[in-house]
């Protein structure tokens, strides 16, 4: 097994971001990889732009903290010199800019996703070449090919909070059980008119799907057991 | 139009100066110097009053020991330090200069630094050379936000954690830290957690050795433990002792150059006025 410890730190990742009925919904898993070592196996990739947009970030991991602190800094200015919240449409768009203009030289795909009083909810999808495109739920990362198929199976229009955060679970789950650079907890960030709340979902507490083994703590509760079976190649 | 001719100082970013020269060397033969790499092992975890850093002492070139007791952790602030792993040459420039920063940032706000301005500072520089500068970093410290620890990788991304572990032995120090480290540890069962996971980069670990530093960072108060443990000690001792007597090597000739005698002159220069 040869680990490369000085390749680029990339976070595998799975992320989602969903509009319901007053709000969205932006979920994401924790693994961030280095090759084929985690270097961090509980990473928060929800990374806050402002108290009411918030984006989630996927492919290299330095682009997308450096995007996200440009854009922090800007949005920060814009803020004071506009005097009231920026709007999410206006945060999509300054990642969108640097996302494009620097193309070349980044490899990064984020989630934009936030409230204004303007228009609600919104997620604002910018991938790869820096495209932007307003959605009512997206998906990113190298879990997501796992996902389309269920999102366009599950997607319903007009979903209370609780459902769509239930959604967002279900299908970060599904994604860390079939990719193996997504993994660890699960976190989502809910931001509505009232404000922001984060989650969290430890690993072994999520649903088991096809299968899945039960996660065993430690060596030792087999070898407590009784009758402990003989290892097998 | 006049075209002005301006001596610009280069802005920084690589020089390409000597790459010319550099490849007519190696056409006529001549390999370029192996970088000195610390291999390493390099820790850190949060206990209740702050942080703790750990670091092994081994320095190599290639396949060779170069330095058996190097000094790892970098002083960055009174109440900050950094352990580096990856090219040598590249941990101490990166966090000297750093260091230098923050003293100056020090002088101009009147306050105790940050360790989050350290890291802005490291993860901005590691960036805009887009990982050739090959610096693996575990950055702790204690300021008035209360204890922070970070890890930087060379490409500019950070981490931000209660334990960490960097460098080719991070892998067998990251297995004792993940079975043994809970919040809330005393200073002792950090001290002791750190030289365990050092240890076992150390003897587990090819490009890890010699010996244990450790740095206990608290509110108020920094101890650098050099030499905090010394696993390796030399037990190899000549019996006959390393004396040459004379008459043991040949002289095959010899060759004697006085030297000239240079007249110097002294001008009295005029004295100094105000």
């Known amino acids: 097994m040869d680990l490369d410890m000085n390749a680029p730190h990339s976070m595998g990742t799975t992320i989602i971001g969903v509009t319901y009925d007053g709000g969205v919904v932006l979920g994401a898993d924790s693994r961030t990889s280095t090759g084929m070592y985690v270097a961090n196996r509980a990473s928060d990739k929800i990374t806050k732009l402002t108290d009411n947009v918030y984006v989630c970030r996927s492919g290299s991991a330095a682009d997308s903290q450096v995007v996200s602190d440009y854009v922090r800094y800007f949005l920060h200015q814009h803020t004071i010199q506009l005097g009231q919240p920026a709007t999410v449409k206006v945060a999509a768009n300054l990642v969108r800019l640097l996302s494009y203009n620097n193309k070349n030289m980044l490899q990064t795909g984020l989630i934009v996703g936030g409230w204004d009083k303007y228009e609600g909810g919104q997620i604002y999808s910018v991938p790869l070449g820096g495209t932007i495109l307003q959605q009512p739920f997206t998906i990113g990362g190298s879990g997501?090919?796992?996902?389309?198929?269920?999102?366009?199976?599950?997607?319903?229009?007009?979903?209370?909070?609780?459902?769509?955060?239930?959604?967002?679970?279900?299908?970060?789950?599904?994604?860390?059980?079939?990719?193996?650079?997504?993994?660890?907890?699960?976190?989502?960030?809910?931001?509505?008119?009232?404000?922001?709340?984060?989650?969290?979902?430890?690993?072994?507490?999520?649903?088991?799907?096809?299968?899945?083994?039960?996660?065993?703590?430690?060596?030792?509760?087999?070898?407590?057991?009784?009758?402990?079976?003989?290892?097998?190649? | 139009m006049a075209k002005s001719v301006i001596d610009v100082p280069p802005k920084g970013g690589f020089s390409f100066d000597l790459c010319r020269r550099n490849e007519m060397l190696s056409e006529k033969g001549v390999k370029p110097p192996s970088f000195r790499k610390t291999g390493t092992t390099i820790v850190g975890l949060v206990f209740q009053d702050g942080v703790i850093l750990g670091a092994d002492t081994r320095a190599t070139e290639g396949p060779i020991v170069c330095d058996k007791n190097c000094e790892k952790i970098h002083?960055?602030?009174?109440?900050?330090?950094?352990?580096?792993?990856?090219?040598?040459?590249?941990?101490?420039?990166?966090?000297?200069?750093?260091?230098?920063?923050?003293?100056?940032?020090?002088?101009?706000?009147?306050?105790?630094?940050?360790?989050?301005?350290?890291?802005?500072?490291?993860?901005?520089?590691?960036?805009?050379?887009?990982?050739?500068?090959?610096?693996?970093l575990v950055l702790g410290g204690v300021d008035f936000t209360g204890p922070h620890l970070h890890t930087i990788y060379p490409h500019g991304s950070t981490d931000t954690l209660p334990f960490a572990t960097m460098g080719?032995?991070?892998?067998?120090?990251?297995?004792?830290?993940?079975?043994?480290?809970?919040?809330?540890?005393?200073?002792?069962?950090?001290?002791?957690?750190?030289?365990?996971?050092?240890?076992?980069?150390?003897?587990?670990?090819?490009?890890?050795?010699?010996n244990v530093d450790v740095c206990v960072i608290t509110k108020g108060c920094t101890e650098y433990l050099r030499n905090h443990k010394l696993p390796?000690?030399?037990?190899?001792?000549?019996?006959?002792?390393?004396?040459?007597?004379?008459?043991?090597?040949e002289v095959l000739s010899t060759k004697i150059t006085p030297l000239k005698k240079n007249k110097v002159e002294v001008v009295e220069g005029d004295a100094m006025e105000e």
């Open chain 1, 144 to 233: 997501s090919s796992y996902l389309y198929g269920f999102f366009d199976q599950e997607w319903k229009d007009g979903m209370s909070k609780d459902e769509a955060e239930k959604l967002v679970v279900k299908a970060v789950s599904l994604a860390i059980a079939r990719d193996g650079a997504s993994g660890g907890v699960i976190r989502t960030v809910i931001i509505n008119s009232e404000g922001v709340t984060r989650n969290f979902y430890p690993g072994d507490a999520l649903p088991l799907w096809h299968e899945e083994l039960e996660s065993r703590n430690s060596l030792l509760d087999i070898v407590s057991s009784a009758s402990p079976e003989p290892m097998s190649i």
């Open chain 2, 75 to 136: 002083y960055m602030a009174p109440n900050i330090y950094c352990c580096g792993a990856g090219t040598a040459a590249d941990t101490e420039a990166v966090t000297d200069m750093v260091s230098s920063q923050l003293q100056l940032h020090r002088y101009a706000t009147g306050r105790e630094s940050r360790v989050i301005t350290a890291l802005t500072l490291l993860k901005s520089h590691l960036f805009s050379y887009q990982g050739y500068v090959s610096a693996a």
């Open chain 2, 232 to 249: 390796n000690p030399r037990t190899y001792v000549s019996s006959r002792g390393y004396s040459f007597t004379k008459g043991q090597t």
């Open chain 2, 168 to 210: 080719s032995g991070s892998l067998a120090a990251m297995a004792i830290f993940e079975s043994k480290y809970r919040e809330g540890l005393t200073r002792d069962e950090g001290i002791k957690l750190v030289s365990e996971a050092i240890c076992s980069g150390i003897f587990n670990d090819l490009g890890s050795g010699s």
